[in-house]
């Protein structure tokens, strides 16, 4: 009996979810925060999550019908609980979690929220609504697959998310890119780094966060706020995160620029503490943006001056900078990558598009940079690529159409060239990458 009572149910649900999606405003619109099309190979799991708003004139305790072999994820404050209750322009995210072990054959469809039945939380079939239908939810299985060596980890600016790609161990293609963790931490999440088995976000809207790292498929888990002694206000909207040994160091944007500079915290498993922040006008820190470790210096640019600072690991010393003039332009992300034994710096332009290309000499300290120029690849949004020597692959993100770049890099010359888009398309303005 209860298998009918469940099928007429359903047919309720869905004639009225009809009439909902038919209004010209929904009863309770849900508007996707991240992809919801996805591929789940039997061995990986993903996020999905969709901003909920009441859109009636009271208050309404609302609840999700349920889908099968999906779980709702409540973890946070952000996150609507189960059930959830919300006045009349109140907005939650609905976060699911879909585990690819779970499912059995495709699903489409949802997810639907409904009021709820008197004090309970059954849902009531009579006032519900679900996502337009481009944003419906739809899922597809697929087999489970190979773990590979190396991963990237795509921070997305606008979805504040991460997602988790693999990176073919043979072509270097970029597979199976999947939003790997959500959190009320993020906040326009930027840059990130790795310290063993922990990934760190710093978040351009405020903040440091952290998420464990799975040893094994890569998996995000546990993501929180990084900060743990009340040294955050040492922070100022972090643009850039670079660690070397026990210390993390941040690129502080702004606003003001007294609030330009660098930040010292000293790391202890997931959690940063002891922050100190410092500026220094000898640095010419103007907007600095992206950080990057190398030759015992740390080296940041500058968004608004096309100057690279460079900085001692104990600070900043006289006219520590290097000004590159019109070989760069609104840089944003800067890397180096040591490519047959030639040391190359890899820097972003938010303004002209463009990636540009210097040779490095480490003879000296700080390192300088050399015959400077334009190389390939269109960079576009915020943010930084990433280099992976061991395949000759370059990484750019392009937050204009949400995918990354993938490029060949010449053995001999370090210069990027033959770039296409990847396939997966599972990202919200990607923005800093990191590969492990």
């Known amino acids: 009996m209860t298998k009918y009572l469940y099928v007429i149910f359903i047919s309720l649900l869905s004639l009225k979810t ?9 009863t309770f619109s ?8 996805i591929n789940v190979p039997a061995n990986r799991q993903t996020i999905v999550q969709y901003r909920v708003t009441n859109n009636t004139a009271i208050t309404r305790t609302l609840t999700m019908v349920p889908i099968p072999n999906v779980s709702q994820v409540t973890a946070d404050n952000t996150e609507c609980s189960n059930p959830f209750t919300l006045a009349k322009n109140q907005s939650c995210k609905l976060t699911l979690l879909v585990d690819g072990a779970l499912q059995t054959s495709n699903y489409s469809g949802g997810p639907v929220v409904c009021k709820t039945k008197n004090n309970s939380n059954t849902p009531d079939p009579f006032l519900c609504s679900q996502p337009d239908a ?12 190979t773990t590979t060596t190396n991963k990237l980890y795509v921070s997305n600016w606008s979805g504040n998310s991460i997602s988790l790609c693999y990176i073919n161990n043979t072509d270097g293609a970029l597979e199976h890119c999947l939003v790997s963790a959500v959190s009320n931490t993020f906040a326009n999440p930027e840059a990130l780094a790795i310290n063993g088995d922990y990934l760190f976000i710093a978040n351009i809207g405020g903040g440091i966060s952290s998420c464990a790292i799975d040893s094994i ?15 955050s206000a040492e922070i100022h909207a972090p643009d850039g995160i670079a660690i070397n040994g026990v210390y993390a160091y941040i690129s502080n944007s702004g606003p003001s620029s007294s609030d330009q500079g660098m930040s010292i915290c000293t790391i202890s498993g997931s959690f940063l503490s002891g922050c100190v922040f410092s500026t220094n006008n000898d640095a010419n820190f103007s907007t600095p943006s992206d950080i990057a470790f190398y030759n015992n210096y740390l080296y940041i640019t500058n968004f608004e001056n096309q100057k690279v600072s460079n900085c001692s690991p104990s600070g900043c010393g006289t006219s520590s900078f290097t000004d590159l003039g019109s070989n760069l332009n609104r840089p944003e992300g800067i890397t180096f990558a040591n490519i047959n034994s030639i040391g190359y710096a890899y820097f972003t332009n938010n303004q002209s598009n463009t990636v540009s290309i210097c040779t490095t000499t480490t003879s000296s300290t700080p390192t ?8 390939g690849g269109n960079f576009s949004g915020f943010g930084n690529l990433a280099i992976l020597p061991a395949q000759l692959k370059a990484y750019i993100p392009n937050g204009s159409s949400n995918t990354i770049g993938i490029c060949n ?18 990202f919200n303005n990607p923005s800093g990458l990191v590969i492990n």
């Open 217 to 231: 498929t890569g998996e995000l888990s546990n993501c929180q706020n990084a900060i743990i002694d009340g040294t």
């Open 18 to 26: 009809v009439t909902s999606i038919a209004a010209s405003q929904p």
């Open 134 to 145: 481009n944003m419906v939810l739809y899922i597809q299985p697929t087999a489970a697959v």
């Open 409 to 426: 890099v010449n053995s001999d010359t370090g210069t990027i060239s033959s770039c296409v888009n990847s396939t997966d398309t599972n």
């Open 30 to 37: 849900l508007v996707a925060l991240t992809p919801t099309s």
């Open 368 to 375: 300088t940079f050399n015959s400077c120029a334009t190389t």
